[in-house]
């Protein structure tokens, strides 16, 4: 194919971009595995631990040794993990957890968990991504405001009152507050008594700044036939309805259906977590995307990307195929507590590698135009159509 008959989208795809070598990644992965490999509960836990330690490290452990190959103390690594790290790094392999894996006799179920990892970026990928000026897309700074996180109304810890003063010294516009709706007693759902009282407390957060808005939202569960559980006039009580699966996550039968209905329902305007996927646990819904994406892209719903380090649900691979179908997007951190909210910079790295316009992001535009969506998602809706003729 000539440059010139390149469509927009196919020149989208080209930009996307694999991180180069996640090495956190990777050798937290191989720790998980052993940790899955042991026999005794302590030292599963013992090495689950440090496979948490090193996903969570701001710097690649390549840029930790020292020229003479030495690696610094870190909290939670013991002199096997540390092992393991040097093997690694020295081979690309680690001998000892292929040796603890095939004397476990557990090696079917430790590969199985070893293939729901991928496009899973450790929080050092993460911010060398967006540090990486060499790369398009959404940038921290510009982000203007998150739309997922559970406060005290239900499965959260904070007030409205802290989520207002830690977003606001995030530097974001706006947030919106998004707890369990009452189908998802698990979840400590709000009924609509609940969502009125915590309405309140919201507006006299706002009362207090208008430098910061904080919006009501509402995380709506996805039910088996894709219907929401809360009705359309108690969706209108919302100022942004998220719907999102929580069941059947499991199943390798197609759930298309299930996810063209919620995606078409006029309340909603997120697909939040639209996988449901865990790292090494479950790989969530399995559909057709392409259906799924541009049936969202009609309906001006934006897609999710959760930077919930466990979900990174949508991750950039499947994003870019997002992107290519006209859909909008949003980038949110499903924090549960306020320390949570540097999640959002995991999505912002997907959204970066997915090399998607911040044009495209909800999260990244002013207010009013947010609110606008808001109320007529189908002013920035996109027709699927100009993408179907490729196919
Ligand atoms: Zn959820």
């Known amino acids: 194919m000539t440059p010139d008959t390149r469509t927009p989208v196919e020149s989208h795809q080209r930009q996307s971009r694999a991180p180069v070598s996640d090495i956190n990644a990777v050798i937290g992965g191989l720790l998980r595995d052993l ?81 729901l990892r991928a496009h899973f970026l450790s929080r050092a990928e993460v911010l060398r991504v967006l540090r990486d000026r060499s790369m398009a897309g959404p940038t921290l700074s510009d982000y203007a405001g998150d739309l997922q996180m559970h406060s005290e109304w239900s499965d959260g810890n904070a007030t409205v009152e802290d989520i207002a003063r830690a977003c606001h010294a995030r530097g974001y516009a706006y947030a919106a507050v998004t707890d369990h709706s009452h189908g998802l007693k698990i979840a400590g759902g709000m009924s609509m008594q609940e969502a009125a009282e915590q309405r309140h407390a919201i507006d006299q957060v706002n009362a207090r700044t208008d430098s910061f808005r904080l919006l009501q939202g509402i995380e709506a569960n996805i039910d088996a036939d894709g219907q929401l559980d809360v009705s359309s006039d108690e969706a209108h009580a919302f100022e942004v309805v998220l719907a999102a699966p929580h069941s059947r996550l499991r199943r390798a039968q197609d759930q298309t259906e299930r996810l063209m209905t919620a995606v078409q329902n006029p309340a909603v305007r997120i697909l939040a977590h639209p996988r449901g996927r865990i790292t090494g646990s479950r790989a969530g819904v399995v559909a057709d995307w392409d259906r799924v994406f541009a049936t969202a892209a009609g309906s001006g719903v934006a897609i999710e990307i959760d930077g919930d380090p466990a979900r990174q649900d949508l991750d950039y691979v499947l994003a870019a195929s997002a992107l290519a179908a006209g859909c909008l997007f949003a980038l949110d951190s499903d924090a549960h507590a306020t320390e949570q909210l540097s999640y959002a910079e995991t999505a912002i790295a997907h959204a970066r590698l997915a090399s998607i316009p911040a044009d495209r992001i909800v999260n990244y535009w002013p207010l009013d135009r947010l609110v606008d969506w808001l109320s007529d998602p189908r002013k920035e809706a996109r027709s699927g159509v100009q993408y179907q003729e490729r196919a």
């Open 35 to 115: 940790a899955f490999a042991q026999a005794t509960q302590p030292k599963m836990f013992g090495y689950k631990r440090a496979a948490a330690a090193v996903l969570a490290l701001d710097t690649h452990l390549t840029e930790l040794v020292t020229p003479e190959g030495v690696l610094p103390r870190i909290a939670g690594i013991g002199p096997g993990s540390a092992r393991v790290i040097s093997e690694t790094l020295d081979t690309g392999g680690s001998p000892t957890v292929e040796r603890a894996v095939d004397e476990s006799g557990r090696r079917g179920d430790i590969e199985r968990r070893r293939a």
